[in-house]
């Protein structure tokens, strides 16, 4: 049995009973005979679904929302945010799906070759397997949902047991606007079946955000299966402060970014990069930025963090902040703890080493590192087996698209909030994962990129 626990309460909320043999093959059937009819239909019909479920999601928000607070402990604001910007990726791909799917004729001189015409037409796998985590339980889910499906493929979510409320509730939304059953459907079970399914001829590829070690695991599986895999995975994400940046915006960006979500996002900035001459200043306003949090109920909207998703986890940052601790850091905040409360953490003097600097730390914990210069901050921000997001803070807008070029990751923010944005490919490299999520490069990871090339008879 799966159950689910009110992490600011400790209250059970729901007890599930897991997908029985039986009930995963009917899914599994079910999938296999609506991929036929559902990529059959046009592209248009399906972006008509999709602009409804996106009207749907925001129609039932709070109620959302709320499920998402209860489930998994961020504030019904960021709850509500979350569910919203699920509703806006589906008015995005709907608005754009066609141009992204276009067949694309490829210009022939016909010196070379004998093809009357060329082009390449994008379709639809099968059945795609989701596998997702508990932190934004409805986005990670729904920026595969929402351009997968409007390609034409089916979907199978195998969610974190934690939030299975958020995981049927998904599904019912899919329901409610009328897509056909075994379009998207959400599968109660646990990680051992999950080799079963990727085994399974029914399922065509799988996408995974979660751990590094889930995604390796996942992969290897895929592999040996001859399937396509996305993963996103983790991230230690850089956050460097030039001596020339606005040390106000930077400090109140960099906060945000790391306390959000009580610091359970994979792209937070995880370690605050900081060129020496600006160290003190910065320093203070991120601790200044750090009273301002007000943590509490994450359904009373003066609360601007919630708990930790659970006592686990709240277990793991902690161990992380004392073993960074015992190696010689220096603590600059109490940094208490009650359950899966966890109280914001700064940490200064961190270095290669130690666990906050080399270990993702996903939970709110922030660290301080110091830069000689600005050469030196790039080699601390490469200095990690990740390579998901980034931020670079300076005035000098040139000098920061030249260091940007030279940082190891899959996004660089100038001046900004490391975000996932349906307009732009999220993802990652190193051990961040590969393939890309959202905008024309999320649309074509689950599609048969196929070359039709015509001769004359
Ligand atoms: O946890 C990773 C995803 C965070 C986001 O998409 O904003």
Sequence with gaps: MFTSINPYSQKRIKTYRPDSTSAIERKLKQADRAFADWSALSLSERTDYLRKVGQYLTANKQRYGELITAEMGKTLKEAVGEVEKCAATCTFYADHAEAFLADQSIQSDRTDGPAEKSFVTYQPLGAVLAIMPWNFPFWQVMRFAIPGLIAGNVGLLKHAPNVFGCSLAIEEAFRECGLPTGVFQSLLVDVPVVEELLKDKRVKAVTLTGSGRAGSSVASIAGREIK?????????????????????????????????????????????????????????????????????????????????????????????????????????????????????????????????FDEETFGPLAVLIDAKDETDAIRLANQSDFGLGSAIWTQDLDKAERLARQIQAGSVFINGLMRSDARVPFGGIKTSGFGRELSEAGIKEFVNMKTIWVDRS
């Design 228 to 356: 396509k895999s996305v993963l996103e995975l983790g991230g230690s994400d850089a956050l460097i402060v030039l001596a020339d940046a606005d040390l106000d915006k930077a400090a109140e960006v960099a906060v945000k970014s790391r306390m959000q979500n009580a610091g359970q996002s994979c792209i937070a900035a995880k370690r605050f990069i900081i060129e020496k001459s600006v160290k003190k200043a910065f320093t203070e306003r991120v601790l200044h930025q750090i009273n301002q949090i007000r943590q509490g109920d994450p359904l009373d909207e003066t609360t601007t963090m919630g708990p930790m998703a659970r006592l686990d986890l709240a277990d793991s940052i902690e161990r992380q902040y004392r073993q960074t601790l015992a190696k010689g850091a220096k603590r600059l905040t109490v940094g208490e703890r009650e359950g899966c409360n966890v109280q914001p953490m700064l940490l200064d003097n961190v270095k290669p080493g130690m666990a906050a």
